[in-house]
Each structure stands twice: as structure tokens, then as C-alpha cells.
């Protein structure tokens, strides 16, 4: 049977799918064209992206009579040339404790995300604080007690409904008395609210340079695989909310081929340092452009 139009690569929907290649041996011609560029648009690239990648293909190819494979292969080369410059592992700096604040809309997976960070670097041999700055919602800080139990890094929390900023300044305080390498600190993520979001962040930005001006010195944005294109408008408010420097994709794991990444590394060219990859703790992987490109070609 075919696979489910979801589960196949992009050329699976754009050529069908055949044993042998050579039968599907068709010319590029404007249809083709046509249609690849749909695909790419419906596979969450973004319209401009899509247009540029189609007309690069069709440079490529026109005119001539071209296999599955060698679409494929041209189309994944492309989409890992433009995800190359942004596949970075988050910079670690010299600076005691370096402080990471983890931004996204709820349900993105922050508190997954900042648990499977705090083990990879533990395990890379640093010592990691995390601070629970979602006061507001009890059921956070308590996922994040757990992935920090997970991870053997303590976990900062305080009161429920306490002020974040002041929660992260103690944060600060408490890894510099320890010697700390990394600081880990999970914010709120009520886009509802908007204004009250954008006071909390700056708020919490403005009290930790207040014992330490070069911090924050990561703003990570978590983004939804499964959310598509949902994720450039996230990336366009958080950008106005917190000073992003990269971003990390979690969901990879599921059905979501993540093809809203090409759009956002051509559109802003923030780093992508890591993918999430499942719910277990190292369900955390580098972000690798050859892998994302073949896999999102199929
Ligand atoms: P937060 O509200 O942003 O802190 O999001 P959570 O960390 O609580 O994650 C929301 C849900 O997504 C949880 O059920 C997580 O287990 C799940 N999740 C997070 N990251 C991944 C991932 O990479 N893959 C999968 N399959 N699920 C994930």
C-alpha cells in the first residue's frame, strides 16, 4: 500500500512512489516546476524560500528528463546549503556562571528541553543550576524539579506566583557562590498576555545584568516542530520580547518533518543549536543540516 501522504517525503508526494526510479524518469518542465513549488510551500518553507529553491532546482534541471533521485538529490543538497551556516552547538563561554534563559510559547517543550540540556552538559563535565522562572504555573516548576532530579542538578525554585526577576537574580547569586558554570533559567510562556510577558522578560534581563551586564549570555527559543508556520510568528514576537541568539526544535521525532526551519534560517539565520528528539532525557541531538535535508526530502 502507499505510504500516507504525511509520512512521505516531499518528492514521495510530488513524483509517487516507484520501485524502480528510471520508470519515474519524467522532463522538468513548467508543471514540474509547478508542482515542486507547491510542495514546498504546503512542506511549511515559506513562499519565498520555496520560489528561490524551485527556480535553483529548475536551473538545475530544465528542459531535461530527470529521476526521482536526482531531484531528490539536488533538492537535499540545496536545503542543506541554506541550513549549513545555521547549524551551531550553542557557544559556551569562559564566564562564570553563564547565563542561559530559555524562551517559547508553553507546551513547546522548555522544561523538557532545559532538562536534557542540564544533562548533556553535566555529563560534558560542567555544573548546571537551573531556575524555575515560571513561577506562575505550580505544574512547571514541578516537571522541572523532576528533570532536574532526572538530570542530578538542583533546581531553583520559589513561591507560586512570586516575581521571576527576583527569582533570577537569587538564581545568579546562588550559581556565582557555587562557582556554577551554567545557569539555566525557564521563563513563562503566556502569549496571552503579551504585555505582561514582555515586562516579565525585560524585567528579569534588566535585574540579572544588574550583577552581571554581558547576561543573558543565550536567549534560546524553543519552537514546536508540530506547529509549522506557527513557528515564524513565534520567532517574530519573541525577537521583540528577548534578544533571541538561537533557537532549538523540538518534535523532530514525530510525523513533523520541521521543514519551517528552511524558512526561518533564510528569513533570520539565527543558530540552530540542538533538536528534540523524543521525551526521554537524551532525546537532545545536534542539529545536523545533511541528516534535516534528506529526511525532509524523503
Ligand atoms: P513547556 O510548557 O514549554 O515547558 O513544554 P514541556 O517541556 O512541558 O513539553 C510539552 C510536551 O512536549 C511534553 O509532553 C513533553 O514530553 C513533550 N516534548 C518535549 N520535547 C519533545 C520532543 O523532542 N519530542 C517529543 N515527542 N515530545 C517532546
Do not use: C
Request: glycine letters at 8%; a negative charge; charged letters at 25%.
Amino acid at each position: 500500500p502507499e505510504p500516507e501522504p504525511e509520512k512521505q517525503g516531499l518528492l514521495g508526494r510530488l513524483l509517487g512512489r516507484s520501485a524502480d526510479p528510471e520508470a519515474k524518469r519524467r522532463v522538468f518542465d513548467d508543471a514540474m516546476l509547478e508542482s515542486l513549488e507547491e510542495v514546498l510551500i504546503a512542506a511549511d518553507l515559506g513562499v519565498e524560500t520555496s520560489l528561490r529553491v524551485a527556480a535553483n532546482l529548475a536551473e538545475a534541471h530544465f528542459g531535461k528528463r530527470v529521476s526521482t533521485e536526482e531531484i531528490k538529490q539536488t533538492l537535499a543538497q540545496e536545503v542543506a546549503r541554506i541550513m549549513e551556516p545555521v547549524a551551531k552547538p550553542m557557544p559556551l563561554y569562559a564566564k562564570r556562571p553563564q547565563v542561559v534563559l530559555v524562551v517559547g510559547v508553553n507546551g513547546s517543550g522548555k522544561t523538557t528541553t532545559i532538562g536534557k540540556l542540564a544533562s548533556q552538559f553535566k555529563a560534558a563535565g560542567k555544573s548546571v543550576v537551573i531556575a524555575a522562572g515560571d513561577t506562575f504555573r505550580a505544574a512547571a516548576v514541578e516537571q522541572l524539579q523532576v528533570w532536574g532530579d532526572r538530570a542530578g542538578v538542583p533546581v531553583l525554585t520559589a513561591p507560586e506566583g512570586s516575581d521571576p526577576a527576583s527569582l533570577a537574580f537569587d538564581a545568579m547569586a546562588k550559581a556565582e557562590a557555587e562557582g556554577a558554570d551554567l545557569l539555566l533559567i525557564d521563563t513563562a510562556g503566556r502569549l496571552q498576555n503579551r504585555q505582561d510577558l514582555m515586562e516579565e522578560l525585560a524585567k528579569i534581563v534588566r535585574v540579572i545584568r544588574k550583577r552581571d551586564p554581558d547576561a543573558p549570555h543565550n536567549t534560546l527559543l524553543v519552537l514546536d516542530a508540530t506547529t509549522g508556520q506557527n513557528a515564524l510568528s513565534q520567532v517574530e514576537t519573541f525577537q521583540k520580547l528577548a534578544d533571541v541568539s538561537g533557537l532549538v526544535m523540538t518534535k523532530l521525532d514525530g510525523t513533523a518533518k520541521g521543514g519551517v526551519l528552511v524558512a526561518l534560517a533564510d528569513r533570520f539565520g539565527l543558530p540552530i543549536h540542538a533538536i528534540g528528539i523524543g521525551e526521554q532525557i537524551d532525546d537532545l541531538a545536534p542539529f545536523d543540516p545533511e541528516e534535516f535535508a534528506v529526511a525532509l526530502v524523503g
